[in-house]
């Protein structure tokens, strides 16, 4: 009987902390690849708000990230699009179960030409 009070206690004790733990690793992961993206992203703006509005053409398109941090992202694409006054690039994840997208946007300075 003592062993089956003990098991008991184990079982509602060390079970909520491995679930617990399950759920930190989640959040980690996600905090992770959303700083990656965000890293990526604020990198290309800063190279087209720094007046290269060749590199990118009024429209939409989906656009390559370099970078090794890039590989550690679930599967997705990030998508550039261009207006006369705008610039916004967004990653959007495949299967957003398991990641978020984010966006971010910038005023462009002099218009497309």
Request: aromatic letters at 6%; charged letters at 20%; glycine letters at 10%.
């Amino acid at each position: 009987m003592d062993a089956l009070v003990a098991l008991g206690l184990v079982v509602v004790l060390i079970l909520p902390m491995g679930f617990g733990a399950v759920a930190n690793q989640r959040l980690m992961r996600q905090t992770y690849q959303r700083a990656v993206v965000m890293e990526l992203i604020d990198g290309e703006l800063e190279v087209l708000a720094s007046g290269d509005p060749q590199r990118a053409p009024v429209g939409v398109r989906e656009i390559r990230m370099g970078g090794y941090a890039a590989t550690n992202l679930p599967s997705g694409k990030f998508l550039l699009t261009r207006t006369d006054r705008t610039c916004r690039i967004e990653w959007v994840p495949t299967d957003t179960r398991h990641a978020v997208p984010f966006a971010r946007e910038i005023a462009m300075k002099g218009g497309a030409r």
